[in-house]
Structures are given as structure tokens and as C-alpha cells.
């Protein structure tokens, strides 16, 4: 029994307490948080989000806590709308390149957390955001965070005593750190992906399986850019009990659907639509795929397969309904340990590596 506690211990310890400098979450707080305000610039329409009244909608989300307290601040009015975009991206510039880091990261999280927050009471849900925001909220407590800042480069630049013989950039990387907070990230992935797919049979049941959802979607009926009447789902007042499956509410309209505009992939979707055994394999795959998003707490060649496999995924979405879920992309790739897939490439393959290495004078652990 002792031998099997100790087991525990030790595989526990190892598993969240063990040191890495790879992946670097400070390389992902960077590359995440730039992508993130560049997709909010270009998606959101501020105006929009916050002084728009609906008052259908209003009346069937009702606004949470954190839209609460943060209209204290900032109320939902045109004139405090020029503030809020000031204060957000100002915290937005600041945590990505590393200023006063883990509080500008905890501003800019809370931040984008509460204009998806807007969004939901408007009837509108980003799923891309919430899992963004969530990482970045994680990231002003773990270790690592500090990685590739302006921070650390003041450090650098005034400590020389603990930075004695360090490049500038082995002071950015930084030393190895307690990977668990890297782990938790693959947690908060992992449950994003198990959901997703537990989601889909929860509420469509196996029905889901069949491919016409998938069809529904590719074949023009989803899509503005078609031509045609567009059905929209929109249910009685009097809702029965049972039928009122989320929030509360039965299904009361529909909006997501297929955006893309280019003639050749709207055809490429429609081709395969054609098809409801192809729809049926591909609905299938998708729920299974997503319900094994476990595999992203194992470590090996499972997860980096899983990761590969989604990023995969968003791009075939990407390129079919022109949701491309960029930041998820991003997240998976950089969540990749490459520095361990180094360690398992043939011979041939790590030199050329390591030629590259030295060529730009990286770091080799």
C-alpha cells in the first residue's frame, strides 16, 4: 500500500512540480494577447456591443454580476464608451509587451472576460474569447508569466549579478519553472474540448450523429451569401417546462451559421454536403474527437497528436464557414512542447535543428 501511496507521490510531483522552460508561457502571454486585441480591433464594433438596446433581448439574458460591478466604472452610454476602449487597450499594450505584467494581464483578462460578458446578454456567444480570457486570467498567477517582457528586460539590464553571463535572449527566455501552471492550461483546453463534444449529445442527443446539423451548415442554408430564404429558429412564448433547455429559455432564435463568402470553398461545402454518409462519418468524428480532449492531460506523442488534430480542425472550419477560431489555433500550437518533440526526432532531423540553433545563437535547454 506504501508502495503504491509513494507511486502516487511521486507521479503527482512530477507531473505538476517538475521544471521546464518549455513551452514558454511568457512567449504564449505575448503572441496571444497581440492576436487578441488585432481580432477584437478588427471583430468587435464597440458601439454596438455597448449602447444598443434590444429590449427582446434584454428581457431574456439578464446582465451578471461582472457586467454589474463593472458598470459601475464604465456604464453602458455612448460618452464613457471612448474611456473603456482607452483603458482596454492601454491594459492590452501593457501586458503583452510586459509592463507591470501580471497586473496588466489580470486588467486586460477581466476586461476582454467582461465585453464577452456583453456579448451573452445580448444573446450573443464567443466561444473563441472565453476559453482567451480564461488562459489569460490563469497567467497572472502561474509561473512564467514574466517571460519576454519589459519587465524582465529592466531586470536584466539592472541585476547583473543574477544575470552574470546571460545573452539577452537566455534573460528573456528565463530560467526553468514549475510547469504546473502550463498544465493547467491543458486543463482549461482539455474541458473546452470534452464539452464542446459532451455538449453536442447532452442537448442534440444522438441525433447529432447523423451529419444533417453539419449539412445544415455547409450546404448554403446557414449561409447569408446564398441565395434563398433563411429559416430562422424562433419558438412560441409559451415554452413548455421541459422544453426550456438553455437558460431557462427554449430555442428563441438563430444565428450562427456559415460566414463564408468565397465562391470555391462555399461550393467545396456544398459538395460535400451532397453527401450524408461523408456528413455522418465527419459529425461523428468531430463528437468523438472533441470528447477525447482528455488526451491533452497525457503526456507524449497523444497530446501533441490531439493538439495537431485541432488546429486542424479550426482550419477545415476555418476554410468551410469562415470561422476560423484563430486564437485557438494559436493556443494548441503553442501548447505543443517542442522542445520534447525535439528530443524524439531522428538523428538527422535534431542536427539540422541544432544548426538552426546555432545560427541564431538560441539557447539549446
Not at 434584454?58 to 452610454?77: K, N
Not at 483603458?87 to 496588466?104: D, E, K, N, W
Not at 463534444?197 to 449539412?215: F, M
Not at 493538439?307 to 476555418?318: K, N, P, T, V, Y
Request: charged share 15%.
Amino acid at each position: 500500500m506504501n508502495t503504491i501511496s509513494q507511486q502516487k507521490s511521486n507521479f503527482f510531483e512530477r507531473y505538476f512540480f517538475s521544471k521546464s522552460r518549455y513551452p514558454n508561457i511568457g512567449l504564449i502571454r505575448l503572441l496571444l494577447i497581440a492576436l487578441c486585441m488585432l481580432q477584437v480591433f478588427r471583430n468587435y464594433r464597440f458601439l454596438d456591443v455597448f449602447v444598443s438596446i434590444d429590449p427582446v433581448r434584454d428581457a431574456l439574458h439578464l446582465p451578471s454580476t461582472l457586467i454589474g460591478l463593472f458598470h459601475l466604472p464604465f456604464p453602458i452610454q455612448k460618452e464613457y464608451l471612448s474611456l473603456f476602449v482607452i483603458a482596454f487597450y492601454t491594459a492590452g499594450f501593457f501586458a503583452m509587451l510586459g509592463i507591470f505584467t501580471r497586473v496588466s494581464v489580470f486588467i486586460f483578462s477581466i476586461m476582454l472576460l467582461y465585453i464577452i460578458d456583453i456579448q451573452a446578454a445580448r444573446g450573443v456567444f464567443d466561444h473563441e474569447y472565453t476559453l482567451t480570457g480564461l488562459v489569460l486570467l490563469v497567467m497572472t498567477f502561474i509561473p512564467g508569466t514574466g517571460n519576454f517582457s519589459v519587465d524582465r528586460f529592466i531586470s536584466w539590464k539592472r541585476n547583473k549579478a543574477k544575470y552574470s553571463n546571460t545573452s539577452f535572449l537566455e534573460a528573456m527566455i528565463g530560467n526553468p519553472e514549475y510547469i504546473w501552471g502550463y498544465k493547467l492550461i491543458l486543463i482549461l483546453a482539455a474541458c473546452t474540448y470534452f464539452t464542446s463534444g459532451l455538449s453536442k449529445i447532452r442537448w442534440g442527443g444522438l441525433a447529432w450523429l447523423d451529419g444533417q446539423t453539419l449539412t445544415y451548415y455547409l450546404d448554403g442554408s446557414a449561409s447569408p451569401f446564398t441565395p434563398g430564404e433563411k429559416p430562422m429558429f424562433i419558438s412560441p412564448p409559451n415554452v413548455k417546462e421541459e422544453e426550456k433547455w438553455k437558460d431557462g429559455f427554449g430555442i428563441y432564435s438563430y444565428s450562427y451559421g456559415n460566414r463564408q463568402q468565397s465562391p470555391f470553398w462555399r461550393s467545396t461545402g456544398n459538395a460535400l454536403a451532397a453527401s450524408p454518409k461523408l456528413m455522418m462519418f465527419i459529425a461523428a468524428s468531430v463528437v468523438i474527437f472533441e470528447l477525447l480532449g482528455f488526451l491533452l492531460l497525457f503526456e507524449g506523442w497523444s497530446r501533441v497528436i490531439y493538439l495537431i488534430g485541432a488546429i486542424i480542425m479550426h482550419r477545415s472550419i476555418g476554410f468551410l464557414m469562415n470561422l476560423p477560431f484563430l486564437s485557438f489555433q494559436l493556443l494548441c500550437f503553442l501548447l505543443i512542447d517542442w522542445h520534447w518533440v525535439y528530443q524524439h526526432l531522428g538523428k538527422r532531423l535534431q542536427l539540422m535543428i541544432d544548426k538552426l540553433f546555432k545560427r541564431f545563437k538560441l539557447p539549446a535547454n
